[in-house]
């Protein structure tokens, strides 16, 4: 196989020598199969608390909503400012009192110090959504926040839940959704060795995904966790996903292409960089004629501006693990091949 024409993109393969040796450590019970799961813990204790209604960001996973609505919580919305950021003159911070609201650190790439501190100098409760900045150790001083593995490596399940006191514990039951994930990576794997066709596996994947979205209790991750993490050099990967955000970074400004999102924190391992480009779904299809598989986040429903904008317009670039400067270098030419032009939000224009 030409190295250099590899697929770039996708879900994380599973390399089947992680299962040749018993794992030393059990992590079954530390974790929540997912970040939906761990999510779904925190608003249980914060029901708990009083809470009733939640204000999240008009820019968000669906797959958030649907956890959130089936905890019988009443949604409200908020808007941000072009960088991601809670934009400070609406009424969220004027009138409301008490309230709980969910934060996300987009890309892992905010400094979300001044955000959770003006919400908690008008008496709100702070949930921090970390799925997308796992590597970012810093918690901004939030009450509750939950991170997970899936978007960094190649777990398929996993995530954890803190509050402010303690960490909150996982049920002990699981589920067999993850087990299809299991299932594709090793079939992904395969496919280097043998003439499977990409069907093979992406079928498993959806199925996985499916059952997931179907589940509506929080459950433990299965006891595969346990072999996954221990082959894993945590260290290497986040060291690997930081050159390549930098090398992919300086490689887009030499191009005159700019990021969605300028990185406020220092050597940032994101899951991706986000760009935001004129006809975007036009351009992610010529990449995938080139092997190249580039994920969006996200198809917001919502009727603001930024999430309208977003959803059209961003592409998430991959820089994990798995690729090295050649990869990066690729992905940037074929952009340009495709005359891909980055174009700047409107953030003056009135919502």
């Not at 959130?68 to 941000?80: C, V, W």
């Not at 400012?81 to 890309?107: C, K």
């Not at 777990?155 to 067999?176: L, M």
């Not at 179907?214 to 991750?221: F, G, I, T, V, W």
């Amino acid at each position: 196989m030409n190295d250099t024409k590899r697929s770039i993109g996708g879900e994380f393969e599973l390399n089947p020598a992680v299962f040749n040796d018993p794992p030393q450590l059990e992590y079954r019970y530390r974790f929540f199969s997912s970040g939906r799961d761990a999510l779904r813990a925190i608003l249980k204790v914060a029901r708990k608390a009083g809470h009733s209604e939640i204000y999240i960001p008009c820019y968000i996973c669906q797959s958030v909503k649907n956890v959130i609505q089936s905890e019988g919580f009443e949604i409200h919305e908020y808007k941000l400012t072009f960088n991601l950021l809670i934009d400070a003159s609406q009424a969220l911070f004027m009138h409301r009192q008490q309230s709980l609201i969910l934060v996300v650190d987009y890309f892992g790439l905010l400094d979300l110090t001044d955000d959770i501190k003006k919400l908690h100098e008008h008496g709100a409760t702070v949930i921090l959504d970390k799925v997308q900045a796992l590597f970012q150790e810093e918690t901004f001083d939030a009450d509750y926040w939950f991170s997970g593995f899936r978007k960094f490596l190649p777990t398929y399940e996993g995530a954890f839940a803190y509050s402010r006191e303690e960490e909150i514990d996982p049920p002990r039951e699981n589920c067999s959704w993850s087990l299809f994930k299991v299932l594709g990576g090793l079939i992904k794997y395969s496919c280097r060795y043998t003439h499977l066709v990409d069907k093979s596996y992406l079928q498993l994947f959806e199925m996985a995904e499916q059952q997931l979205d179907d589940l509506s209790e929080s459950n433990c991750a299965s006891q595969l966790i346990c072999y996954t993490l221990e082959a894993l050099d945590i260290s290497s990967i986040r060291r690997k996903r930081q050159q390549n955000y930098l090398i992919l970074s300086e490689l887009l400004k030499e191009r005159g292409m700019m990021p969605f999102v300028f990185s406020e924190v220092s050597d940032p391992a994101s899951p991706s960089l986000p760009i935001v480009i004129e006809n975007r779904d036009k351009v992610r299809t010529h990449l995938m004629e080139e092997g190249i598989y580039l994920p969006i986040h996200w198809v917001s429903e919502s009727q603001s501006r930024l999430s309208s904008f977003a959803s059209r317009c961003e592409l998430s670039l991959i820089i994990d693990q798995r690729y090295r400067k050649e990869e990066m270098v690729r992905l940037v030419n074929a952009l340009c091949e495709v005359k891909a032009t980055t174009i700047v939000y409107d953030y003056k224009s009135l919502e």
